[in-house]
């Protein structure tokens, strides 16, 4: 039996739940059994505006031919439809046991017109959903969907606008990643055509073919959706990750050459940003040296971040990447393709207990993760950065970790993370006490995450006692 700590992400009913919540006028339907409906919680506590979620449960049960109880399918969908007259898109969601079941979703369905704004709602079936599809590549095809179902050609804007394509509702500081990059966007001369999908509604995701460039902030989300804009429109992309002062400036000169901007106008807004907000070069270069020198970190997380954040702390910070892995393991090869620029130690697993195998064995100076890698940074004594979805820390007043004044917020966490790291290490302090073979075996059934913190205090009990080694008979009292 394996100790079970959480997972990355959950389902893919929630991704289309998920997507769902970020997008204006959509209801979701999720076809589940009543006990696999937890996203209610789930976004009571992300949204914390007492607000409820835009879902509309159809539960699997056995249910009397004569009642009129929630639990038909087919109904269920004409319910959500009409339920409201700003409901515009009905997604279809089911859950693992439904996929199981071998339930088909409804066909052709035609929901009827609301009686009050006369206009009849979109049906997104979500046909293509398998059991064992993670919730990210679900709300990625999801939106594909979306799109598809509502742009059409429409003549370009006069002036350059862009498409921002970002992370979804109840992220990390989701609405203050948009507003940074819309307002360096806005310095350049460039404004927002639409934000995709936080907060869009029918009439931005109509007016998406309007814009000279979608700027893609997360691509885990946004890939499938810009690629069809692309081929379907010609609508180039900008897809180079908005973290670090290097990756800012990199897409912020790709969207100017697709806009065709003078380079005067786009030099002088990056330097003055250079000059006035980007922290993290300064940091770097006044910092005194040993605060970086010989330094490693390791970055497990999603795939903008974890190489965003990778390429910042490697080639702007100058610390050594000692691993970088994604849990979004349909994304491996290209994940492992961008991250072989900066680290020989990308890979991709979705199993907590490889991760932190693979930080034990990297033994890094600083550890960038999601919420489950805390306890491993804490178990190994390590400073830890969650700056990685999924995150359990929200801000109550948001920050973005994108763009220029992303890179301050990343600068003033990495002060105070490696100033810890300046003090001396424990492998600085006393000498490593041997283990007996029956103390190792137990050591080996502790779990992974807990396995450091267990030595230490194994240890720290055998020089209590004077002992010259650490037996099974210490192990277990230094666990009392």
Not at 108 to 117: G, Q
């Amino acid at each position: 039996m394996r100790l079970l700590r959480g997972v990355y992400e959950g389902p893919s009913a929630h991704g289309i739940l998920h997507l769902a919540a970020s997008v204006r006028g959509a209801q979701a339907v999720l076809r589940a059994l009543p006990g696999e409906n937890y996203f209610p919680a789930f976004y009571a506590d992300r949204r914390r505006d007492g607000s409820l979620p835009p879902l509309t449960l159809s539960p699997m049960w056995r249910r009397p031919d004569d009642t009129r109880a929630p639990g038909e399918l087919q109904r269920d969908l004409l319910r959500a439809a009409g339920r409201d007259g700003g409901v515009r898109n009905v997604l279809l969601a089911r859950s693992e046991a439904a996929l199981l079941s071998g339930e088909e979703p409804p066909g052709e369905l035609t929901l009827p017109p609301h009686p009050e704004t006369g206009r009849s709602p979109r049906l997104l079936p979500c046909g293509w959903q398998v059991p064992g599809m993670g919730e990210t590549e679900a709300a990625e095809l999801a939106l594909e969907d979306l799109v598809r179902a509502h742009a059409a050609p429409q003549p370009r804007t006069a002036e350059p606008t862009a498409n921002l394509f970002g992370p979804l509702a109840l992220g990390r500081d989701a609405e203050a990643e948009y507003a940074e990059a819309e307002r360096l966007l806005g310095l350049m001369g460039v404004g927002v055509n639409a934000r995709v999908p936080l907060g869009a509604g029918e009439e931005e995701l109509s007016r998406l073919t309007r814009a000279w460039v979608n700027v893609v902030l997360y691509r885990e989300v946004a890939e499938s959706a810009t690629l069809y804009l692309q081929d379907e429109f010609g609508i180039p992309r900008v897809t180079t990750p908005m973290v670090g002062t290097s990756g800012t400036g990199a897409a912020l000169r790709a969207a100017a050459r697709v806009c065709e901007l003078e380079a005067r106008t786009v030099r002088q807004a990056i330097w003055g940003e250079l000059s006035r907000t980007a922290k993290l070069p300064w940091y770097a270069r006044l910092a005194p040296p040993e605060v970086f020198e010989d330094k490693s970190v390791f970055i497990f997380g999603d795939f903008t971040y974890a190489l965003g954040l990778g390429y910042a702390l490697s080639r702007e910070v100058g610390l050594r990447v000692a691993g970088c892995g994604t849990y979004l393991t349909h994304l491996a090869r290209d994940f492992a393709f961008h991250a072989s620029t900066f680290t020989d130690a990308a890979f991709a697993s979705d199993d907590p207990e490889e991760v932190a195998r693979r930080i034990e064995g990297a033994a890094p100076d600083l550890l960038v993760g999601t919420e489950l890698e805390r306890e491993v940074a804490g178990s190994l004594g390590i400073p830890f950065l969650p700056f990685c979805p999924p995150a359990g820390e929200r801000s109550f007043a948001p920050r973005p970790l994108m763009g220029y004044a992303g890179s301050s917020v990343l600068a003033d966490a990495l002060d105070g993370a490696l100033r810890r790291v300046e003090e001396p290490r424990e492998e600085a302090g006393p000498p490593e006490i041997p283990w007996t073979e029956e103390a190792l075996e137990e050591l080996a059934g502790v779990p992974v995450f807990l396995r450091g913190r267990a030595r230490r205090l194994a240890e720290e009990r055998a020089r209590e006692l004077g002992s010259p080694e650490v037996t099974r008979a210490i192990f277990l009292e230094s666990r009392l």
